[in-house]
């Protein structure tokens, strides 16, 4: 069975400090998904990745991917209030299996 | 707005009561998948449905069942419910396998009292 982790699972940060949040995953997959969720809200796309050393960013934040480490990470750069939010990683297994099974989410809060 | 219409957004009901929520997926989007997020649970698969075929199933409750429709749009069935189906339920769906990954509705919040 599928097992993700992240961690850590609450990060409260200073604004214009950096950090990083990590999602291991237990099976060969190729498939990760990096998605912002603000409380009560929608689940909003934030990175695709679809093969080892898949490498994203948009604004402050930066997705990476390694496959034979199970590994992904989550960098954000220069934190702002804005990116306050509930984080979460989810993998597939691959064509034919697309449900996606979720990590616990990181709770990142942003300290003016 | 994301393209994934979910309603209704909130849902109030009593113990043993059936309710339907529904999900139209984005415009072009053959997959329809449903999720429920709680507190104790987090966010688990519930079933997946493509082009009206049901494709994969998750930890769903036999009180629970889905179909998709013709017009693909998705209605999930909550029946004999119980306080801890208290959840946000989300559709999410997809043009082909997820490779250009997941969009997800606002999700319908439903309190069992």
């Known amino acids: 069975e599928l097992k993700v982790e992240q961690n850590p699972l609450f990060l409260s940060m200073q604004e214009g400090k950096n950090y990083t949040i990590y999602c291991n995953y237990s099976t060969t997959s190729d498939r990760l998904y990096w998605y912002r969720q603000d409380p009560g809200k929608s689940l909003e796309s934030l990175f695709v990745?679809?093969?080892?050393?898949a490498v994203k960013q948009e604004g402050r934040l930066m997705a990476s991917l390694d496959t034979k480490a199970r590994l992904s990470t989550l960098h954000i750069t220069a934190a702002v209030h804005d990116l306050s939010a509930t984080y979460f990683c989810a993998v597939d297994m691959n064509f034919g299996n697309e449900k996606l099974t979720f990590g616990t989410g990181t709770r990142l809060t942003i300290i003016p | 707005d994301s393209g994934v219409t979910q309603t209704p957004k909130h849902l109030i009901t009593a113990t043993g009561q059936r309710v339907t929520l529904r999900c139209s997926p984005r415009s072009g989007d053959l997959s329809v998948y449903w999720y429920q997020q709680s507190l104790d649970q987090g966010l688990q698969f519930l079933i997946q449905y493509y082009n009206g075929e049901e494709r994969a199933k998750g930890n769903i409750l036999e009180r629970f069942s889905a179909q998709q429709f013709p017009d693909l749009h998705s209605e999930l069935n909550l029946s004999s419910l119980e306080l801890g189906d208290s959840a946000l339920y989300f559709c999410?769906?997809?043009?082909?396998?997820?490779?250009?990954?997941?969009?997800f509705g606002s999700g319908t919040r439903l309190t069992v009292v």
């Open positions: 999410a769906s997809s043009v082909d396998r997820g490779q250009y990954g997941y969009t």
């Open positions: 990745l679809l093969s080892n050393g």
